[in-house]
């Protein structure tokens, strides 16, 4: 799991202590820092630096996080990860269909943001559309549209497929429910159609045989959407 | 009530008698006395002086007990010019020497003024005693009435509509406001006068200033009164031992110097019992308050208690392994700087743990709280709390036992997995680390409702705490020794009511606790089928 070792890192955040803890965590892992204190700041940085990646506070003091997101994102996909304040579904779900890649509650272990900053970056990283995912005994073949568990074909309804493959193909990242609806069923859903997530996601998990209280390929993020788990690594 | 006002009207009549009767009164007395003249003529009494005169006391006294003073002089005067003019020889004449009938004159006369003054006499004392006995009456009813009511308002509104009734008259009652700036009360229109000009009566800021005159002096004020005496209405102030409360205002109806005393004092007796009731009702509500504030100010105690012990215990531990590990570096071994960073890492999450429930505690409290409620799949919901309990007791073991459908509710599901994080990990934080703690839904359809159970084998909650545990900050004696603040389960309930279920403690059949939370499903428990939507093909 090499990928993007030496990419170039933006930090925008108000707080020195958090900047000082990320420093020195991105640094240890080999990543190129940068960090600016305002949001302002951040997006000009963005532009100079070009950063492979973008940590980027929602709270910030004047500017709010939000604007850096919409302004950085008028001209620029790099991928953003959100750091939040706990409690705001509203504000994560807002970020991420205003275009973050992911986000992290504060408090946080570093691990997970870790964790999160090499997932996007290998999706950036990912030129090719791979024909075929593999996650360790599950196998879907995007060419084919067939999807294997333990060597056996899996019976999938045309949703149910739809969905496994949007899942799949953003391992790893989140997919809010919005994002998930808009790419499944296209433009014609409506907010309330949550519902049909939750019992499509309960009969995909039951075909790739997971276990309901301890789901090993989708993971639920409560009140936000779907996480695709990749194996452990 | 009706009784008072018959009452009313009896003494009303018999005042009157006097009044209306007296000029047809004087009418009946000539005539009466001259019947007895031709009476006693054709009977042929004209020689018996003596009977003729005792004879002509009877209208003098019939007049004096039942007309009063006036006639009976009346009576008494024609009666002596009678007799001495049609039986007193020589006859149908006057002469001097009828002079000495001055005598009888003098006679008749006694008895016409004393009978009627003691007539009179006993007639008032009579209409004194019924007017009394009415008044007392309706002040007894109010008072029986009003010591039932312990609402401020309630009790303002019911003493005016009564006392405008015995009176006949509005009435009002002014009391001060926050600042001590006296307001209209309440204010009760007497029926008969809707819609007429009197019905401004109480409102006008002339009415006010008189009211607040009165409050401010407390003095009795208006008409019939030293004070004031030319305004419409009577104002009375409303006063226990040291304190005025208020002023109580009726609009007099009569110009009657006695009526206007007898309202007068009634007022006055109804002012005190208005002033009584008032002070009690606010001398209830002031208990009242002290009791909120001494319990808001126990709850304080205990925040104050429990949240500074609970913050200092894990920063002791952060900052301790903290400067141990930077300013003795050399001195451990990785496996001591392992176990120091664990430490931190253990107290930051305690530390966070605690935020979280005070801040939920606080959205709770100030009715912040926001359900956004969505159709929430219990299995899914049971697989994130697991999760979430995994993190801070990774080794200790859970059961779930789901019914065979998968289940679907209308919830907050981010709240509602909250809820069951804190029980569950109450679960384990209360009982013994190889014990089993059991996760089980159930979902009876025809209640509509979802049924979580959380089983342990800890320590139990004693009968008699089982509705305290859900208190804030209560903590049960018997768990001192664990750490916590006692907001976990408040929490708990605060999210579980909002949702219109229940929570509750029992104890576990195979000992230890059980938490049964019931939530209702919703309406529209399945608002599609799966196979409906051609999805069913497996």
Known sequence: ?233 | MSEHKEEGEDQESLQGISRWKRVPAYIWVTLAIILLTVLLHIIGMSDDLVNVALVYLFPILISAVYWGMGPAIYAATLSVVMFDFFFVPPYLSFTVEDLRYFISFAVYLAVAIMTASLAGRLRQQLDRVKSREATTNALYDLSRQITAITDLDNLLDNMTSQISLMLGSPAAIYLPDQQGELKLGVKQKSVSEFGTDKSAWGSRSSELAIADWVYKQGQIAGKGTPKLGESTGLYVPLRTENHIHGVLAVHMTTNEPEKQQEQRQLLEACGSLAAGAIARVKLAEEARLAQVTAESERIRTALLDSVSHELRTPLTAIIGSATGLMENDTLFTPEDRRELTGNIRDGALRMNRLVTNLLGMVRLESGMLQLNRKWCDVGDMISVVLAKVREFSPHREVTVQLPEDPVFFDGDEVLLEQVLVNIVSNAIKYSSNESMVVIRVENDASQSCVTFIVDDKGVGIEEPERTRVFDKFYRSPSTQHITGTGLGLAICKGIVEVHGGTIQAEGNPDGGTRIRIELPVGEDERPFSYTALGEGGD
């Not at chain 1, 000082?20 to 940085?45: F, P, R």
């Not at chain 1, 302004?71 to 750091?83: F, G, K, T």
């Not at chain 1, 290998?122 to 090719?128: C, D, I, M, Q, S």
Request: hydrophobic share 40%.
């Open chain 1, 1 to 233: 799991m090499n990928a993007g070792l030496g990419a170039r890192i933006l930090v925008i955040d108000d707080e020195p202590q958090i900047r000082k803890l990320l420093k020195v965590t991105l640094q240890a892992h080999q990543y190129d820092h940068y960090e600016c204190a305002d949001g302002e700041e951040g997006i000009i940085q963005a532009s100079m630096v070009h950063p492979d990646l973008i940590v980027l506070d929602l709270g910030l003091p004047g500017m709010s996080g939000m604007d850096v997101l919409h302004r950085i994102r008028e001209w620029s996909q790099v991928p953003i990860i959100v750091l939040t304040a706990k409690d705001q579904e509203v504000d994560k779900i807002a970020a991420l269909d205003g275009g973050a890649d992911d986000y992290v509650t504060k408090p946080f272990g570093m691990g997970e943001l870790v964790a999160r900053i090499r997932v996007a970056l290998r999706h950036v990283a990912k030129t090719t559309d791979e024909p075929i995912l593999r996650f360790g005994s599950l196998v879907i073949d995007l060419a084919l549209r067939q999807v294997e568990l333990d060597g056996e074909q899996v019976k999938l309804t045309p949703t149910e497929y739809e969905m496994l493959k949007v899942l799949a193909s953003n391992a790893g990242k989140i997919i809010t429910q919005r994002q998930l609806l808009q790419q499944v069923w296209g433009a014609h859903h409506h907010e309330s159609d949550s519902h049909y997530l939750r019992v499509y996601v309960g009969h995909l998990r039951k075909k790739l045989k997971e276990d309901p209280t301890r789901p090993s390929y989708i993971q639920t993020e409560p009140g936000i959407g779907y996480r695709f788990l990749l194996p452990a690594e």
